[in-house]
């Protein structure tokens, strides 16, 4: 049999390894301060803290937007800090990022949105739908089905509610068939009805295509609910990393005890 030589399958499913991570910007006290965490493959790890703890630094070194001071992140087999900007190119085309703020384009159409997506993967810029290749529409409607917006998708994009946006975002995240799927507080500007359709969606696909997500939320109870695993930021040290199954409310809430107060110990 020849051997398996995908450099992402690492021997315990690790697909997200953060080895004592630094990351300093000027003097400031680190906004990651010695993180250590791994994530495997179809795990869902919701990342808690309060606003500044480092929980966005944290996601933009899963994609490579940002490199560490020190330490090692190591995704999908790619050392981050030591890959050149091709690799780095390759790297993000594996790994979708959805954001608080949906990021559409509003004057455009929910399916050209979409279509987006996929523009990692073309050699130009696509301007207009017909530009873009059927197989890729096709595509594109399929993941607007499934997030169930395929009769919205020649509505402009602005003129959906924001729960809705969220939907599309997620639906041109899933286009490029991404392994992993980083949200950064995908929820924060929605209802809690709306909140809870969008976590669902995210765990859902999470489930089915054993994609591994990393999250980051305000919502104690979402991370409760949504979550394999709560992993609390405070001033950039992992200060908790626990499975949910067992975590209450209130073990979960001491994340955001201020400095000095005592936390749940990181996970050994
Ligand atoms: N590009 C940057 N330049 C300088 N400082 C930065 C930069 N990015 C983040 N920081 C600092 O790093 C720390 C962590 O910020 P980060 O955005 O990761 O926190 P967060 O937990 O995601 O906060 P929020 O919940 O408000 O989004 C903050 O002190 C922030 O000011």
């Known amino acids: 049999m020849e051997p398996d030589t995908r450099p992402e399958a690492a021997a315990d499913g690790a697909v997200v390894e953060f080895d004592a991570v630094t990351k300093s910007f000027g003097a400031d006290a680190p906004a990651l301060d010695e993180v250590s965490l791994t994530a495997r493959a179809g795990e869902v790890v919701v990342l808690l803290g309060l606003s500044g703890s480092g929980k966005s630094t944290l996601l933009r070194h899963v994609d490579g937007l940002q490199a560490p001071t020190s ?85 402009r994009a602005d003129t959906l509610s924001g729960g809705q946006q969220q939907r599309v975002a997620v639906a041109r995240a899933l286009l490029q068939r991404p392994e992993i799927l980083l949200a950064d507080e995908p929820v924060a500007s929605l209802d809690p009805e709306s909140a809870h359709q969008v976590m669902e969606l995210i765990r859902a696909v999470a489930a089915e295509e054993r994609l591994t997500v990393l999250c980051s939320l305000h919502q104690v109870d979402l991370a409760l609910s949504w979550g394999d695993r709560v992993v609390g930021l405070r001033s950039g040290r992992v200060v908790m990393d626990a499975p949910t199954a067992g975590l209450g409310r209130d073990d979960a809430m001491a994340v955001y005890s201020r400095v000095g107060a005592p936390a749940p110990a990181p996970a050994a």
């Open 71 to 155: 330490g090692r992140v190591r995704v999908l087999g790619t050392d981050v800090g030591a890959a050149s900007s091709r690799e780095l190119r390759r790297l993000r085309r594996r790994v979708g990022f959805v954001f608080q703020q949906f990021h559409l384009v509003g004057p455009l159409t929910v399916l050209e949105n979409a279509c987006h997506g996929a523009l990692g993967g073309l050699r130009a810029p696509r301007l207009g739908l017909p530009l873009y290749p059927r197989s890729v529409r096709r595509a594109a409607l399929e993941q607007l089905d499934r997030v169930g917006l395929a009769d919205r998708a020649f509505q």
